[in-house]
């Protein structure tokens, strides 16, 4: 009978310890002083890409940034801010592939000038930015369910959460898109974008984490990332 109490007080003691075990610490993703655990997509080393003020930027044209790790479920933080008519983005899950770009592979949390980018060609036709192209955006897939991206030339504050196949984007401490990734839902989304024959349309546990060069002048700070 001792025995017994023994093991079932080990057995709830555990489950106790298990049931509060919380995320894990945060870690800085950028020190604020060097690109370490970062390189160009694709190269050794970074190129183009720059600490200036506190802040990882590009002046654009320099290539995409990726992390040398991968993550899967994480919770990651920053703050971004974007030139007028400027266009970069996050992507995460990201599979390094130097015959095609971060997007081709992972989601993207979109970062634009949602007021003022120009109209661009799409196939022949001048058209505007829809939704599902806008600041906070799951780019392609889902549209924000809120627009509350500060203007051009403002620091944002925002978050991406990945637990999981549950992946979550906030946007100046409000939750703008929320999705259950490799879903039947997400599925029917896919169909309608242009991932469907990338690597993209193949769900996966884990990949890296990449800030888009678009041409355009980004910055990022206080990144930081803890995993769930």
């Given at each position: 009978?001792k025995?017994m109490?023994?093991w079932?007080s080990l057995?709830?003691t555990?489950?106790?310890?298990f049931?509060y075990?919380?995320?894990g610490p945060?870690?800085?993703l950028?020190?604020g002083?060097t ?5 160009s997509y694709?190269?050794t080393?970074v190129?183009g ?5 506190g802040?990882?930027m590009t ?8 992390t040398d790790e991968?993550f899967?479920n ?7 801010k974007?030139?007028p008519?400027?266009n970069s983005g ?8 130097a ?5 081709y592979?992972?989601p993207e ?9 120009p ?21 392609d897939?889902q549209a924000?369910?809120k627009?509350v991206?500060?203007p051009?030339?403002?620091?944002n ?5 990945v637990k999981g196949?549950h992946i979550?984007h ?16 997400w599925?029917?989304?896919l169909?309608?974008?242009k991932?469907?024959?990338w690597t993209?349309a ?7 984490i990449?800030l888009?060069d678009h041409g ?10 803890r995993?769930?």
């Amino acid at each position: 009978m001792k025995s017994m109490r023994f093991w079932m007080s080990l057995a709830l003691t555990s489950t106790v310890v298990f049931a509060y075990a919380g995320p894990g610490p945060w870690k800085n993703l950028f020190d604020g002083k060097t690109t370490t655990g970062w390189h160009s997509y694709g190269k050794t080393g970074v190129k183009g890409w720059m600490v200036m003020g506190g802040s990882l930027m590009t002046h654009g044209k320099s290539g995409d940034l990726v992390t040398d790790e991968e993550f899967e479920n994480f919770e990651l933080e920053f703050e971004f801010k974007i030139k007028p008519k400027g266009n970069s983005g996050v992507m995460y899950k990201v599979i390094e592939d130097a015959a095609h770009p971060p997007y081709y592979s992972g989601p993207e949390y979109q970062l634009i000038d949602d007021e003022g980018y120009p109209p661009f060609n799409d196939n022949g036709k001048m058209v505007k930015i829809n939704d599902k192209q806008k600041t906070g955006a799951n780019y392609d897939m889902q549209a924000p369910s809120k627009f509350v991206a500060k203007p051009a030339g403002e620091w944002n504050k925002a978050k991406i959460l990945v637990k999981g196949n549950h992946i979550e984007h906030w946007l100046n401490g409000v939750k703008v898109v929320e999705y259950e990734y490799g879903s039947a839902a997400w599925k029917e989304q896919l169909a309608k974008s242009k991932f469907t024959k990338w690597t993209y349309a193949t769900p996966r546990a884990k990949g890296k984490i990449a800030l888009q060069d678009h041409g355009d002048e980004a910055w990022f700070k206080n990144m930081k990332i803890r995993s769930l």
